[in-house]
């Protein structure tokens, strides 16, 4: 048989069974059993000094209450019109300005926000407020009624910026997204403000403590505590050759991560680290906290400075120079590669 016949043979036949819903998988087996990740989201990054006056332009386009949440969502330009920065996640830079109030409400989605500048708004979760702090890093877990408010001019208030991360495109791939509005704009206050934090963020725990789910009981976990720590360990001569002195975020009543989707780190590279080669299967967000310095991330040299926000995708090597005492803060989807046993990791 000629090469021409088969060919329109094949053709043919793949038409008679696209009619039934049958495709060849040999035309895409080489696609979908990859010898190593090839992802689709590309390294990405986004200059804070750059996109600054359109984050705070936003305020005058729409109000906190009629956007309901006034954030612009990074877009991995590789995941084009998914709202995912990876895969698994979700960035956005949300803007609060003083006076307004982003409504109560909950999901199945887990978020984190961390905190990029301005001081005083606050987060709701649980009944509980806590006051928002620059490098502060807070949780709100799946289904915790959330809002989030921000004093007025003449109490003080400012524009306060904060990046959020969610599991938004996981929870949309495993068709498990519910979420509801709460009646009122804001939850009801019923426990003080450091409440938690004194319960369980104080390496103790209430004596009679059971752990019933997977989600840190501590929702704030302030950045003079995980600067502090840092600086410590840096001072004791601990550096490591790829990450600098790298800590993850915890839940004091597991050992595990803070939520059961979304890792989060801070680590601090001193001036002049000139870190080794890192991969990894988690694609990981990364935002300047302090300093300055050059991510290499694939073929991409990102020159860095406060409040830069980058990703990098699954096994897409990273390396990273500092040109002055840095401090990196990063989220990935940790947790979930590793529960499902996919978590593969390389230091070069
Ligand atoms: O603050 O609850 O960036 O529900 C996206 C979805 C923030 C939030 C986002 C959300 C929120």
């Not at 006076?99 to 961390?114: D, K, L, N, V």
Request: with cysteine.
């Amino acid at each position: 048989m000629s090469t021409t016949q088969s060919t329109s043979n094949r053709a043919q036949y793949y038409e008679q069974i696209a009619r039934e819903r049958l495709a060849p998988l040999w035309e895409s087996l080489h696609a979908l059993v990859v010898p190593e990740p090839k992802p689709k989201a590309v390294p990405a990054l986004w200059q804070y000094a750059r996109i600054r006056d359109l984050v705070m332009e936003a305020g005058s386009v729409i109000s906190a209450a009629e956007a309901v949440r006034r954030v612009l969502v990074m877009e991995n330009p590789g995941l084009p019109g998914k709202s995912a920065v990876a895969p698994n996640l979700y960035a956005g830079l949300q803007l609060i300005l003083p006076g307004e109030i982003a409504p109560s409400h909950r999901h199945t989605q887990s978020a984190m926000r961390f905190i990029v500048e301005g001081e005083g708004a606050w987060t709701a979760v649980n009944g509980e407020r806590t006051t928002m702090h620059p490098g502060d890093f807070i949780i709100t877990p799946s289904w915790t009624w959330h809002d989030h408010g921000n004093p007025s001019i003449e109490a003080g208030g400012e524009p306060v910026v904060w990046l959020d991360g969610l599991d938004i495109p996981l929870v949309a791939h495993l068709d498990a997204g519910f979420a509801e509005n709460y009646p009122e704009a804001t939850q009801p206050i019923s426990r003080a403000e450091g409440d938690s934090f004194a319960r369980y963020g104080s390496n103790m725990l209430p004596v009679r403590h059971t752990v019933s789910d997977p989600t840190s009981p501590v929702f704030s976990y302030p950045y003079a505590r995980s600067r502090e720590a840092l600086d410590t360990l840096y001072r004791n001569g601990e550096l490591d050759a790829w990450d600098g002195v790298k800590l993850r975020y915890v839940n004091p009543a597991t050992g595990g991560w803070p939520m059961p989707t979304i890792a989060t780190f801070m680590q601090f590279l001193p001036k002049g680290f000139r870190g080794k080669t890192y991969r990894s299967t988690d694609a990981t967000v990364y935002c300047v906290v302090e300093g300055q310095g050059t991510a290499h991330v694939g073929d991409n040299t990102f020159t860095l400075a406060p409040h830069d926000i980058f990703v990098a995708p699954s096994w897409v090597p990273v390396r990273l120079d500092a040109d002055a005492d840095t401090v990196l803060f990063s989220y990935s989807d940790r947790p979930v590669m590793a529960a499902l046993n996919l978590l593969r990791e390389s230091r070069i």
